[in-house]
């Protein structure tokens, strides 16, 4: 039943790992984002795809690169973990890729993830 | 960019009303005002969202001047559950779907 799920809600792992978080949505929407919540709560979106077209990219390294293998599915694969990637990491999803129209995002439940 | 400026926190006692407001000063004309509602360890959850004068649902109102600098969520008789964190949103129309969240408000609720 759960709209927005992603795994592992868990991670903990040490610097240079590389590791991988999986998205998906039964929602049926067209768009999937990718947010980082860091320590002091600031969410920040990361990535947005629309129809497993890129569409925003907000200046995060190299290291981070999503990967969307249909509408209903956004993973992220982080290499060489940096101590600086600890935070919540939010999968999310809405209708369209606009805001012009009251576009609503639902989130999923995050995934906690500590470098070490 | 249309920045937005809340209380950091803000606590009160079950049963009484509360009141957030935001500002959102350089709001552009397209954009829509959006607040998000996030207990600890969840993903943000969507409480309401307004263009213009006043919006009610089943867990909140929000109330917009005319000139749309600002805006205030009104939570009707709080109880403990509502204790969050709580966002206010607006989004950018020359790049879709990129909403810009603040630090929210903590909003605690105390017995």
């Known amino acids: 039943d759960t709209a927005v799920s992603q795994t592992p809600k868990y991670l903990v792992t040490q610097m240079g790992n590389d590791k991988s978080i999986k998205c998906e949505q039964n929602l049926g929407h067209d768009t999937m984002y990718w947010y980082k919540q860091d320590s002091k709560k600031f969410l920040k979106i990361m990535f947005s795809y629309n129809n497993k077209e890129l569409i925003i990219n907000e200046t995060v390294p190299n290291r981070f690169s999503p990967k969307s293998p249909d509408k209903a599915h956004l993973n992220l694969h982080i290499n060489s973990l940096e101590l600086g990637d600890s935070a919540v990491y939010f999968c999310?999803?809405?209708?369209?890729?606009?805001?012009?129209?009251?576009?609503?995002?639902?989130f999923g439940e995050g995934s906690w993830l500590t470098v070490v | 960019l249309a920045k937005t400026t809340q209380p950091i926190s803000m606590d009160s006692y079950e049963g009484q009303e509360v009141n957030i407001t935001c500002s959102h000063n350089?709001?552009?004309?397209?954009?829509?005002i959006t607040w998000y509602q996030q207990f600890p360890s969840q993903g943000p959850r969507f409480i309401i969202q307004?263009?213009?004068t006043k919006v009610t649902n089943e867990v909140a109102s929000l109330f917009i001047p005319a000139d749309r600098k600002s805006s205030t969520l009104s939570l009707p008789r709080v109880s403990l559950s509502d204790t969050a964190v709580y966002y206010c949103l607006v989004g950018e129309n020359n790049q879709g779907g990129k909403l810009i969240f603040g630090q929210g408000t903590e909003l605690s609720v105390k017995p």
């Open positions: 999310a999803s809405s209708l369209k890729h606009q805001t012009l129209s009251g576009n609503t995002i639902y």
């Open positions: 307004g263009y213009k």
């Open positions: 350089n709001i552009a004309t397209n954009d829509y």
